[in-house]
């Protein structure tokens, strides 16, 4: 088995996106998962990360949410484009149907049902494809909860929500109000909180504050990877 | 590989006590499980439930925590003896102490560190017996979160927490404040929330009410006995 990378240049709502295949040719046909970077936009973690979860036996399709040329370097440029993204959550919704629909282009993609996973802005954009109604498995977020501004769609993914209890984007209120919204939608939810655990904990090269409240967490970055792949199994 | 179960009688604070042994004596030594059961005392669901976990390689003992004699048979009578045993949450640490001393009286049981699964007010004992400062290698709690009136020891077990996000008796207070209280105590957590789930959501007897506050969840059923299992290969 060899997994390969390809760049996919494509059109989609907003201009031209740069995302990146990551599959085994040899494979046959297989689920496809949507991997949603945090907000530097895609970088090497996430097409180490697809690496491995192609290696699970899907064809993952690592999103260029930002477009073409557009990633951030530092926190200053990365914030810069996630306000920019984030702006216009209709606009932005239409951005990640359309990446959906992307992911079928990939050679050997099954048809139908895939999951998503997404880490810090990208669980926002995970969530944001499920409340969009997208026809998904399994939704796998990594923080940032808050709902868009206009209802939801009937939602049929299952989510998994990976959550570091200390995480200042995601204070208690915040992950109440997800569990309250997703308990509305009547969607099958889970989530997982992680003790001293914040932001950011799957980021290796992030050394963990003193207060446990942004960076790495060995222990965190395990375990939601098993709870992540005991999701998949159960999700196709 | 034959389980079998033997009755133990045993004194210990408050009078009594009548627990239940549940192992393979073929089996040499292996850890220990406490379990836990609800507020109606030790019945056959527990010891079904023993079975299973023997199963996994443990020596589990099913932990009379009313004494000899008293057992519930309905709501009204299960909680006058939960009343009764909550009244003095000290008498009840002791107690606990005293049942964790018993499992090392198992054959086979290797000293040691072991592990507590409890369910409703069992998953109140185990975290009492955690807080306490026993030697437990790791603690599953499903349901109950009030502190006792005094300060905790220090803790050294791992605990997971299978929380029914619906349960009347552990409202998102609860739970925030549990978190709250793990985290300032230095201890490995984490806290599994279960949308659509209740109390009692391992009880297969009880039908889920109609708001998904009350009764058996399948799907929370075997996630949860999932956890618990890949917890208990960890904390080993």
Request: glycine share 18%; net charge positive; charged share 20%.
């Given at each position: 088995m060899a997994i390969e990378r390809h760049v996919r240049i494509y059109e989609a709502p907003g201009g031209t996106y740069e995302s990146m295949e990551v599959y085994d040719?040899?494979?046959g046909e297989q689920p496809g998962v949507l991997l949603f970077p945090n907000?530097?936009?895609?970088k090497e973690w996430d097409f180490d990360k697809a690496e491995r979860i192609a290696a699970l036996g899907f064809k993952v399709l690592v999103v260029?949410?930002?477009?073409?040329?557009?990633?951030?370097?530092d926190m200053e440029s990365g914030s810069g484009l996630l306000q920019e993204l984030t702006a216009d959550r209709a606009l932005m919704r239409d951005k990640l149907i359309a990446h959906h629909a992307e992911?079928?282009?990939?050679?050997?993609v099954r048809p139908g049902r895939v999951a998503a996973v997404g880490f810090c802005l990208g669980g926002k954009c995970v969530l944001d494809l499920a409340r969009s109604g997208a026809d998904i498995a399994g939704v796998v977020n990594h923080g940032v909860y808050d709902a868009p501004p206009f209802a939801n769609a009937a939602m049929v993914a299952k989510l998994l929500v990976c959550h570091g209890w200390n995480d200042p984007l995601c204070p208690p209120e915040a992950t109440a109000a997800l569990a309250t919204e997703l308990t509305e939608a009547g969607v099958d939810w889970q989530l997982i909180a992680y003790g001293h655990t914040g932001h950011a904990?799957?980021?290796?090269?992030v050394p963990l504050t003193a207060d446990a409240s942004f960076g790495f967490q060995p222990d965190t970055n395990r375990r939601s990877w098993q709870a992540m792949v005991d999701f998949f199994a159960e999700s196709f």
């Open positions: 040719p040899a494979a907000f530097l936009g895609t260029d949410f930002y477009g073409q040329g557009k990633r951030g370097t992911l079928f282009k990939l050679p050997g904990f799957t980021a290796e090269s």
